[in-house]
């Protein structure tokens, strides 16, 4: 078989390489600011907030590289496969991600065997003793903060700050953020020794979320990143830097279109690019309307399927009603009194599904009693699963 053309630079279900990431740039400055700020001893941390799809994962990973080229020991991790999360276990999986995280370095040679093996020998008391590979040689700490500030003193000199980059982190939210506050109160004991670690929770947060969850003090420890869909200029500048690798050109007036279609969701983006890219006929070089027209045909049913089925098809009784209801508006929006009508159910008992809905990310609230779906394709999404349901 002949190869016509590059591999697809567009791929929805993986975070951007850092050097492809565009826009976020005050977010990323933001970011560089409490690094500095960290690695002078005036600890800094942040949080990292956004819906499904929106970059936090890619963000995440672009913060890790600046913090790398600044010389920090920037540790990536998700909190997604660890159930049953106590203070404990997080102490023990962070303190192993950092012996990960040296291991690996050591590898590269970019941090000494000798400062390897310090670190390695570092454990936090609770952690149950696995077979111990050097007897003795183990050196306990009886909580995350001395273990962190033993690890410092072995990095000092060769490293700058040490930073936490936690995604899937909304676990750490549960029982009234228990997790994050332990994180806090960690992190103001490290501040007293001037230990430079920034701890950067990411995920779909809502302590930090906009529904004003009113004053928190969670909020001045890990004040939030928003990250929100691409404005028209980073989708463009999105879409004209993948081209660009490959070596396609795209017309001038996709832009909008393509703007219009995704809203600049980032996700919703990549798999419309996606899907247009795959039309390229061999030996074509720029992407015209006819593959968008193409793509259009199949896009949310098919391949928005996989990614609107959390919002919908796994939503309870009431929420798939409010949703489809919604669906059916102009633009997707409905206030609360009409909504309560149409379905025939009282306000307050519609108030705690709206509530999860805007938690979950299925829609917004735009206003007092007013609510809106996330995206304009989740309407046309949930009315084709209703024809196809009267077929
Ligand atoms: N700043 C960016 N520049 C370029 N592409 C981006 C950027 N942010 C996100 N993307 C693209 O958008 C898609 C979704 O990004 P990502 O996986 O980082 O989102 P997420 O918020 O972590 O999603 P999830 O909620 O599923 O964890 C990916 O294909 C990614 O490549
Ligand atoms: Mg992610």
């Given at each position: 078989m002949i190869v016509h053309r590059l591999p697809n630079p567009f791929n929805p279900g993986s975070p951007v390489d850092p050097t492809d990431f565009v826009g976020r740039v005050s977010e990323l400055e933001n970011f560089k600011q409490k690094l500095m700020q960290t690695a002078n001893g005036s600890l800094a941390s942040m949080a990292v907030a956004g819906g499904y799809g929106v970059g936090k994962t890619s963000f995440l990973h672009k913060c890790k590289a600046i913090a790398e080229e600044h010389n920090a020991l920037a540790i990536y991790c998700s909190l997604n496969e660890i159930d049953e999360l106590s203070k404990e276990r997080l102490a023990t999986f962070l303190i192993r991600r950092v012996k990960e995280k040296v291991r690996e370095e050591k590898i590269l040679e970019r941090l000494s065997n000798e400062i390897f093996k310090v670190i390695q020998r570092i454990r936090i008391k609770t952690e149950k003793v696995e077979i111990s590979l050097v007897e003795g040689e183990e050196e306990a700490f009886p909580n995350l903060q001395s273990a962190l500030t033993a690890a410092w003193k072995a990095l000092k000199g060769t490293k700058n700050a040490i930073v936490f980059l936690i995604d899937e982190a909304r676990v750490l939210e549960r029982n009234r953020a228990e997790l994050l506050l332990y994180l806090r109160a960690v992190l103001e004991q490290l501040q007293i020794e001037r230990i430079p670690v920034m701890i950067i929770p990411a995920g779909k947060l809502t302590i930090t979320g906009p529904a004003g969850t009113g004053f928190s003090p969670l909020v001045r420890t890990f004040p939030p990143a928003v990250i929100e869909n691409f404005t028209e200029e980073e989708a463009a500048s999105f879409i004209t830097k993948k081209l660009k690798q490959v070596g396609i050109g795209v017309k001038e007036s996709i832009f909008e279109k393509v703007y219009n279609v995704t809203e600049g969701h980032p996700f919703v983006l990549t798999a419309y690019m996606n899907s247009a890219y795959s039309r390229l006929q061999s030996g074509q070089k720029k992407l015209e309307n006819l593959h968008f027209e193409a793509a259009d045909v199949d896009f949310v049913r098919v391949d928005l399927a996989p990614f609107f089925a959390r919002f919908y098809d796994q939503a309870g009784r009431i929420s798939r009603q409010v949703l489809s209801a919604m669906a059916d508006m102009p633009k997707g929006e409905i206030s609360l009194s009409e909504l309560a009508k149409k379905l025939g159910l009282e306000m307050n008992e519609l108030s705690p599904h709206l509530g999860k809905l805007v938690q979950d990310g299925s829609?917004?609230?735009?206003?007092?009693g007013k609510y809106k779906l996330f995206h304009h394709l989740l309407g046309e999404y949930i009315k084709n699963k209703q024809k196809k349901n009267r077929e």
């Open positions: 829609i917004i609230r735009i206003d007092r």
